[in-house]
């Protein structure tokens, strides 16, 4: 390939960089109140780029990929005792649209699974993005947002939520329809480490089972409460018969270590800018 030519391919990237890292500057200048008119900045300056931007590499049998760790999304409630947990929608929408500029494409954990074990052909820069416990904002701000960019995600849902006012069935079966992956994260999220044989079958066992006869779904990942685990948790997960089981250990997702599969946490106090460091700290 000549030298004009590579610059050829090269020049759309480097647009590509260069808007984002405008648009996100400038969301930085005007402050995180304007969240929601920086997503939508953003928007604009990358699709148009986008548009000459080349198709990205298939990813690699054994390449590692980041599974993202959301909890709720929206403001929290005054006094809420883990604030952290949630994430403002314009970030998330922000967040998104970051994603999608520097060529991320989501995907679900079975689809990464099913690449690192079989034949499965990924789109380059593979992302799984993950919602812990099963919360209304789910259905009502996540969906609608990653159906913009026609992505699934995954949900660790804690059988226990499905209840008036938090996540209802219905909700559940919107987001299966959507393309969503549902897995299962317990009945009542306790500390497995320390609960009796007995419990732990049903809170790992039982709720694969619940999850399987009310949505009619594989659920083949599990999710440890508050990332505890140790060798006897483990031991119970692979009885159940899950593939692999995500913690909250921070880093990418390795095929060499199905059941403690590493996560990004995504805060709260992140905002756009702190997401794409920590997104970009993983990629080099």
């Not at 004009?4 to 960089?17: D, E, I, K, N």
């Not at 949900?155 to 219905?170: E, H, T, W």
């Not at 969503?180 to 999220?189: G, N, V, Y």
């Amino acid at each position: 390939m000549t030298r004009s030519r590579r610059r050829r391919r090269l020049f759309p990237l480097a647009v590509v960089a260069g808007l984002s890292f405008t648009a996100l500057t400038a969301g930085l200048v005007a402050g995180r109140g304007n969240t929601g008119s920086h997503a939508a900045r953003v928007s604009e300056t990358v699709s148009a780029a986008l548009r000459a931007r080349p198709r990205s590499a298939a990813a690699g049998r054994d390449t590692p990929v980041p599974i993202l760790m959301y909890h709720v999304l929206g403001d929290p409630p005054p006094g809420a005792p883990y604030p952290e947990l949630f994430v403002r929608s314009s970030d998330f929408a922000g967040e998104m649209q970051w994603l999608a500029g520097h060529g991320y494409h989501a995907v679900t954990l079975r689809s990464v699974w099913d690449r690192w074990h079989g034949n499965r052909v990924l789109p380059g820069h593979a992302i799984v993005i993950s919602f812990d416990d099963g919360y209304r904002s789910d259905v009502g701000v996540a969906l609608p947002v990653l159906r913009q960019h026609g992505w699934p995600a995954v949900l660790n849902l804690k059988v226990g939520n499905l209840k008036p006012g938090d996540l209802r069935p219905r909700g559940v079966r919107r987001l299966i329809a959507a393309g969503w992956e549902i897995d299962a994260h317990t009945i009542t999220h306790p500390d497995l480490t320390t609960v009796g044989d007995a419990q732990l079958e049903h809170e790992v066992a039982g709720s694969r089972a619940a999850i399987r006869r009310l949505f009619h779904v594989p659920v083949d990942f599990f999710c440890y409460p508050a990332g505890r685990y140790d060798a006897r948790v483990i031991a119970a997960v692979r009885r159940a018969g899950f593939l692999g089981a995500t913690t909250t250990n921070w880093g990418l997702a390795r095929p060499s270590q199905p059941y403690t599969l590493d996560r990004v946490r995504v805060s709260g106090s992140d905002g756009v800018d702190g997401f794409a460091a920590k997104l970009t700290s993983l990629a080099r």
